[in-house]
């Protein structure tokens, strides 16, 4: 049986579904180290700004792109007729929550439309974000259905989650471990084989249910601990007591210890939604709750509640209201130096303050206008912005904010990620 691994890299053809955050930087990764890739998307609207030669992702600058199509190995397609042929393919479409319960209907369906361009020696890879049992009990039925092939005897199927962090300028794709996973010994070595052509070291588990657990263990520790920083933040701030600098102390203890920080709340497509994938599971197959992963949702699910409060606070302490001041958030996006808005802590700010009365307006010019919300008047950083406002709130400390300008200009400011530190600066 013919597998990727009896071809040469150009040899073999790489099918990447879904052309996102984890789909288009995996594709034009492979596309470098010398595959032949075609990526495929039932968004035509992305499809076309990419054969356009418009990359919509951080992670993927322009020139990235246009390399990749200039090497004649790269093609991107919204027909699913571009799959046929696949040696691998890698399925990296959303895995969001529907009413508090994972929603595997992309995984579904990108695995039945896969199914049907299966060929013997073919190997499946899932990498989307799912609870562990997801890739055997959900996929492999699904592959198998749809192809009349048996996997594990005719073709393969893998694991391996994303680690990928937009925005991220030290760790990117090619050089953060990723873990591996097959449904048997022989599709590890073919799923492993192919991720050690993309990054610096491919990590290898026992199965597939360890490698989907690592990414949900990876996720909810981060989940945790920046829920342990927000309710320490909270009392520190009533206590009087600079968290920040108790953080950066602690941060000097060479072992056991890891830095987190506290910020306006979590939001992004994974630590809201990720942790509630294994609380899920947890409660349906045993019956138990995940306490400290509903107790770390309701922390950080609270904290834009907690910034609401502490800038009424501020108002107050300056004789003002939040009803008919003029509030100046600064950042839209969930994380710096990303334009992704998806779940973003600053949309329930701005809407509290908003049913408030407060006028808010808000600058960040990472989020593609498309995305931006049409009630959320959108300014520039400007010395006049800021000196109209009342109070300028820092959310989202993208690179490109100039601190020195804001401190000059703004007559207040609330800082929720420890950026500014002169005489108007209240922080978290
Ligand atoms: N964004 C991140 O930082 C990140 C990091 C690690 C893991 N993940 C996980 O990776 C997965 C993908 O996330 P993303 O951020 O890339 O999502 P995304 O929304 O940016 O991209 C997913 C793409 O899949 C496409 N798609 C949906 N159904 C399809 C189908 N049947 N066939 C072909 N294309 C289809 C969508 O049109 C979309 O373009 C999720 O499970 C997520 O939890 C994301």
New binding site residues.
């Given amino acids: 049986m013919e597998t990727a691994r009896n071809k040469t890299l150009a040899e073999s053809k790489i099918v990447v ?8 930087p995996l594709a034009v990764r492979a596309v470098e180290v010398g595959y032949s890739v075609t990526g ?4 035509q609207g ?1 499809i076309s700004r990419l054969q356009n030669g418009d990359s919509f ?1 951080e992670d993927v600058p322009q020139d990235v792109l246009k390399a990749a199509f200039e090497s004649g190995r790269f093609s991107v397609s ?1 027909q ?1 007729s571009a799959v046929e042929g696949f040696d691998i393919a890698v ?6 929550l529907r009413d508090g319960a994972p929603d595997l209907s ?1 995984i579904e ?2 695995g039945s ?1 896969l199914a049907r361009f299966i060929r013997p020696g073919a190997t499946v890879i899932l ?4 609870y562990p049992g997801t890739t055997e009990e959900l996929l492999v039925p699904i592959l198998e259905a749809g192809s009349g092939l048996k996997s594990g005897v005719d073709f393969h199927v893998g694991y391996s ?6 925005g991220n300028l030290v760790y990117r794709f090619e050089n953060t471990p990723k873990v591996v996973s097959g449904t048997t010994p022989e599709a590890l070595v073919i799923v492993e084989d192919f991720y050690n052509h993309l990054v610096t070291q491919a990590v290898p588990v026992p199965t597939t249910r360890e490698a989907e657990l690592t ?1 949900l263990l990876e996720n909810t520790f981060r989940h945790v601990n920046i829920a342990l920083m927000n309710e320490m933040a909270m009392f520190a701030a009533e206590l009087d007591i600079d968290i920040w600098a108790a953080i950066e102390a602690a941060n000097t203890k060479p072992f056991g210890f890891m830095k987190f920080t506290p910020g306006p709340g979590v939001g ?3 630590l809201p ?2 942790p509630s994938y294994l609380s899920w599971q947890v409660k349906q197959s045993l019956g138990h709750s995940f306490r400290f992963v509903e107790l770390a949702n309701d922390i950080n699910e609270h904290m834009p509640d907690h910034v609401v409060s502490r800038i009424g606070r501020i108002l107050n302490d300056a004789e003002r209201s939040i009803k008919g001041s003029k509030l100046l958030l600064l950042g839209l996006a969930y994380k710096p130096n990303s334009g ?1 808005s ?1 779940e973003t802590p600053v949309r329930p700010i701005a809407d509290q303050l908003q049913e408030l009365g407060a006028h808010v307006s808000c600058a960040d010019s990472w989020v593609d206008p498309a995305h931006f919300p049409a009630d959320l008047e959108r300014v520039e950083v400007t010395a006049e912005t800021l000196a109209g406002a009342d109070l300028v709130i820092m959310l989202t400390n993208h690179r490109d904010f100039d601190l020195e300008m804001i401190e000059t200009h703004a007559k207040a400011i609330f800082d929720t990620r420890n950026t500014m530190f002169g005489p108007k600066v209240t922080r978290l």
């Fill in positions: 579904v879904g052309q996102g955050y984890v789909g288009l495929y998307d039932i968004d992305r992702i919204d699913l399925i990296t479409v959303p895995t969001p992309y369906s990108s439309d990498e989307s974000t799912t989650p994303e680690r990928i962090d937009p990414k992004g497509h994974c939604i990720d992704d998806r």
